[in-house]
């Protein structure tokens, strides 16, 4: 059973242009978040997809947008990039009731 | 407000001596507790969680964690590390009613030989 995955693992991009991380989730889960984690910090949540919506947005821009599939996976889009926008992202993916989260390895976007 | 703290950056221990992570909370109703582990590079991996129940709760790797209410704190231990045990150790807790994750800023356990 493949767990999360995510591409690509990693990513550079100069500033102002635009990416898409991608994230396939566990097997059965149908429920996919996004976070976050600069360098020396814990993850900081992002948002959160079910039935293809929006269920859920932390204190992120609407630079950040997201996506999810009829089949569960998702995309994360953040456009206009800035340095600080540099940092591991993760994908976790949940089943029903969403109470237990599983991660992917993550993407490494580095903004030059 | 939610939050976690995780009041040590570092901690350095020998091999096959003792651990204890500290984990505290702040959080408005009760807590989803959980713990988990990341190596160099890599993703997070669960090691354990508390949702209700017998407040010591056993994890994989050998790790158990213990929740006091009167604390709000929610501790990691485990008895005797190895060298691969080195990594950074996240507390969370949630989801709430708002589904997110609140982070601790995790602790770096450097294994000394």
């Known amino acids: 059973d493949a767990g999360v995955t995510q591409s690509p693992t990693h990513l550079i991009k100069t500033r102002g242009q635009q990416v898409t991380l991608r994230c396939s989730p566990k097997?059965?889960?149908?429920?996919v978040s996004w976070y976050q984690q600069a360098l020396g910090q814990g993850p900081q949540f992002i948002f959160q997809y079910y039935e293809e919506e929006e269920r859920q947005r932390g204190n992120f821009p609407d630079r950040f947008s997201g996506h999810q599939f009829p089949n569960y996976s998702s995309e994360l889009n953040v456009n206009a990039l800035l340095l600080g926008d540099s940092a591991l992202y993760l994908c976790a993916s949940s089943g029903e009731g969403g109470l237990v989260q599983f991660f992917g390895p993550g993407t490494r976007l580095t903004v030059l | 407000a939610q939050s976690v703290t995780q009041p040590d950056i570092h901690i350095t221990v020998s091999e096959g001596a003792s651990l204890e992570l500290r984990c505290n909370y702040s959080?408005?109703?009760?807590?989803?507790l959980f713990w988990y582990v990341q190596s160099p590079g890599q993703g997070l991996q669960l090691l354990l969680k508390y949702f209700s129940g017998d407040t010591l709760v056993q994890g994989i790797k050998g790790f158990e964690a213990e929740f006091k209410r009167s604390q709000s704190s929610f501790n990691l231990r485990k008895p005797s590390v190895h060298w691969s045990d080195a990594a950074e150790y996240f507390c969370?807790?949630?989801?709430?009613?708002?589904?997110?994750?609140?982070w601790g800023a995790g602790t770096k356990l450097i294994i000394k030989p």
């Open positions: 097997s059965g889960h149908d429920t």
């Open positions: 959080y408005g109703a009760t807590p989803y």
């Open positions: 969370a807790v949630g989801p709430g009613s708002n589904y997110q994750l609140i």
